[in-house]
C-alpha cells in the first residue's frame, strides 16, 4: 500500500517507520527542511526521535504533494494547530478516495474543532466518511523501540478504520478498531489537560493519592464532554481513554505532564516554553476545551483550573484549594 504520512515530529516519525517495516511504500514529510536532508543521510531523526534507527525503505520528502501523491491511506500528525494551515496546502493534492487518518491530540483554538471537522472543512463534507482518529497509549519513542503498544483506530467508517488496523498492525503493535471516532479523538484532546494537571500536581510534591483522584475526576470530565459531542462512554473506559489517561499522567516520557511538573515547581510558562522543541498539545488545548466546556455547558473543574494556572496567573496551590472546596455531592461521572 502507498502511504503518506504528514509531520515528521517523534510521532509521525515513529508511525511512519511503523508502516515502512511492516512493507508498505512509505513517504514521510517533514516541515523542517534540514530534517529531510539528515533523515536521507542518515536514517535518523536527530531533532525529534534522536537515536533510533529508521526502516531502509521509508522515504523522506519536504514537498507536501509528493507526500502524497498516489496514496491511498494518508496519515495526519502534525501539531494540531498548525493543522488547518497544512491541510490547506494539501486540499488539492490527496486523492478523493483515501483514507484520511489523523494521530494528533488536540483541539484548534478559535474554531473549538477536532482534526476531523478540520478536515471536512477543508476538505469537503465527505472527508468524514474517509477519516480515522487513530489515538491510545502511546509515547513514541516506545513505538520506536519496538516495546508492545496497543492503539485504537476510530472511523464512521469500518473499511477505513480496518484499512487502517490492516496497515499498522504487526507482532508488537496492536491496532483495535471502533466506531466512535469522536470519542478516540476527544479521549486524546483531554487527557493532556489532564495530565498537566497531574504534573502540576506532582511538582507541588502531592502524593499518589491525589494523582489518582485526578487521573479518576479527569475521566469523568472526559466522558462528560464526549457525552455532549455525542461520544460513547464505553470508549473512555478503553485505550483513548482511560489507558492514555493514565499513561500520560504517570509516564515520565510524557511532555504535557512534564509541563506541569515544571509549573508545580513554580517556573512560568513562558520559561517552560521557551526551552522546548516539541509540542505540549495540552498547553493550548486547555484553552481549547475550557471553552468547548463553557460552550456544551460541560462541568469540567480540573480543565477550568489548568486553564486559570496557565493563562489566569492563577497560583497551583490556590487552584488546588479551590477544587477541594467544591460543594459536596455524590460521586457522579
Ligand atoms: N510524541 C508522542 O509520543 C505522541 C504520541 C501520540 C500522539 N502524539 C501527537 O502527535 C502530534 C504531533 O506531535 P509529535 O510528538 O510528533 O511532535 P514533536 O513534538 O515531536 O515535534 C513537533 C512537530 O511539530 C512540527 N511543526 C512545528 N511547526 C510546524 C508548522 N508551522 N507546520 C507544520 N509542522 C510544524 C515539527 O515539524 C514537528 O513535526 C501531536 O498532536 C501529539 O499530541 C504524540
Ligand atoms: O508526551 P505527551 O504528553 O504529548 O503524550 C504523548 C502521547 O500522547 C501518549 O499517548
Redesign the pocket.
Known amino acids: 500500500m502507498k502511504i503518506g504520512v504528514i509531520?515528521?515530529?517523534?510521532?509521525?516519525?515513529?508511525l511512519a517507520n511503523v508502516v515502512a517495516a511492516n512493507g508498505h511504500e512509505t513517504t514521510l514529510w517533514?516541515?523542517?527542511p534540514e530534517?529531510v536532508a539528515g533523515m536521507s543521510a542518515t536514517r535518523i531523526n536527530h531533532l525529534?526521535l534522536p537515536g533510533i534507527e529508521l526502516h531502509r525503505g521509508l522515504q523522506y520528502t519536504g514537498s507536501l504533494s509528493e507526500a502524497v501523491q498516489g496514496a491511498e491511506l494518508v496519515l495526519l500528525?502534525?501539531?494540531?494547530q498548525?493543522m488547518r494551515?497544512?491541510l490547506a496546502s494539501l486540499q488539492t493534492e490527496i486523492d478523493s478516495s483515501a483514507v484520511l487518518a489523523s494521530?494528533?491530540?488536540?483541539i484548534e483554538l478559535g474554531t473549538l474543532c477536532t482534526v476531523s471537522q478540520i478536515c471536512s472543512q477543508v476538505l469537503g463534507e465527505a472527508a468524514e466518511q474517509r477519516f480515522v482518529a487513530l489515538?491510545g497509549p502511546?509515547?513514541?519513542?516506545e513505538v520506536a523501540l519496538g516495546l508492545p503498544s496497543l492503539i485504537v483506530a476510530g472511523s464512521t467508517n469500518q473499511v477505513a478504520a480496518h484499512t487502517v488496523q490492516a496497515a499498522f498492525s504487526n507482532p508488537v503493535f496492536r491496532v483495535y478498531t471502533s466506531d466512535d471516532a469522536i470519542g478516540v479523538e476527544l479521549g486524546?484532546a483531554v487527557k493532556?489537560v489532564i495530565a498537566i494537571a497531574a504534573g502540576i500536581s506532582d511538582g507541588l510534591g502531592f502524593g499518589h493519592n491525589t494523582r489518582a483522584a485526578l487521573i479518576t475526576r479527569g475521566l469523568a470530565e472526559m466522558k462528560r464532554l464526549g457525552r455532549a459531542m455525542g461520544a460513547q462512554d464505553a470508549t473512555f473506559a478503553g485505550l483513548a481513554g482511560m489507558g492514555d489517561l493514565v499513561l500520560t499522567c504517570t509516564g515520565d516520557?510524557s511532555?504535557n505532564r512534564t509541563v506541569g511538573v515544571k509549573l508545580g515547581q513554580g517556573q512560568t510558562l513562558e520559561a517552560i516554553m521557551a526551552e522546548m522543541?516539541?509540542?505540549a498539545?495540552g498547553v493550548k488545548s486547555a484553552e481549547s476545551v475550557n471553552a468547548l466546556a463553557q460552550r456544551l455547558e460541560v462541568e469540567m473543574p480540573i480543565t477550568q483550573k489548568v486553564y486559570e494556572i496557565l493563562y489566569g496567573n492563577k497560583p497551583a496551590r490556590q487552584a488546588v484549594l479551590e477544587l477541594m472546596s467544591r460543594d459536596l455531592k455524590p460521586e457522579q461521572a
Open positions: 509531520g515528521a515530529g517523534s510521532w509521525g516519525t515513529a517533514a516541515y523542517e530534517l525529534f500528525v502534525t501539531p494540531t498548525v494551515g497544512v494521530a494528533s491530540k488536540g489515538s502511546t509515547f513514541a519513542k486524546g493532556n516520557l511532555r522543541r516539541m509540542v498539545e
